[in-house]
């Protein structure tokens, strides 16, 4: 069986995650996402989610793409992920090429072209407009 992890806070979900998660699936037979937890994100992020860890990992695990949510709590453990889960594939999106070329020596690294025109970034930015020109 060929396992693939991908990692992400996935708030707001929209069709561009829907789209990584369809593409990473794609490149095995179980999907892994390991979702960033409330306080990695607060702690080391700066982000705050408009949704809880707990309901974002409800969402994830209903998408027919997703085999397995795991919490990701901190930047260096994707490496032991990736040994711990016997991974073939590591996938992020482009936007982080380059930055996980230390995995190639235990996994295949893809970096998969993010969904133009869609971003949770630009979601928040739209609705504070809209909420700020009402």
Same mark, same amino acid.
């Given at each position: 069986?060929?396992?693939?992890?991908?990692?992400?806070?996935?708030?707001?979900?929209?069709?561009?995650?829907?789209?990584?998660?369809? %593409?990473?699936?794609? /490149?095995?037979?179980?999907?892994? &996402?390991?979702?960033?937890?409330? *306080?990695? $994100?607060?702690?080391? !992020?700066?982000?705050?989610?408009?949704?809880?860890?707990?309901? %974002?990992?409800?969402? /994830?695990?209903?998408?027919?793409? &997703?085999?397995?949510?795991?919490? *990701?709590? $901190?930047?260096?453990? !994707?490496?032991?992920?990736?040994?711990?889960?016997?991974?073939?594939?590591?996938?992020?999106?482009?936007?982080?090429?380059?930055?996980?070329?230390?995995?190639?020596?235990?996994?295949?690294?893809?970096?998969?072209?993010?969904?133009?025109?869609?971003?949770?970034?630009?979601?928040?930015?739209?609705?504070?407009?809209?909420?700020?020109?009402?």
């Amino acid at each position: 069986m060929k396992k693939v992890i991908t990692y992400g806070t996935f708030d707001l979900l929209h069709y561009g995650h829907i789209e990584l998660l369809r %593409r990473a699936s794609k /490149l095995g037979d179980c999907l892994i &996402v390991a979702l960033s937890t409330d *306080e990695f $994100n607060s702690r080391e !992020k700066n982000k705050k989610t408009y949704f809880s860890y707990e309901e %974002r990992k409800k969402m /994830l695990e209903a998408i027919r793409y &997703v085999d397995k949510v795991i919490p *990701e709590e $901190n930047w260096e453990q !994707k490496r032991t992920d990736v040994v711990d889960f016997d991974i073939d594939v590591f996938v992020i999106g482009n936007d982080w090429t380059g930055h996980f070329d230390d995995l190639k020596d235990l996994c295949e690294v893809v970096y998969l072209e993010r969904t133009p025109d869609i971003s949770t970034s630009q979601i928040k930015e739209d609705l504070h407009d809209k909420k700020t020109n009402a």
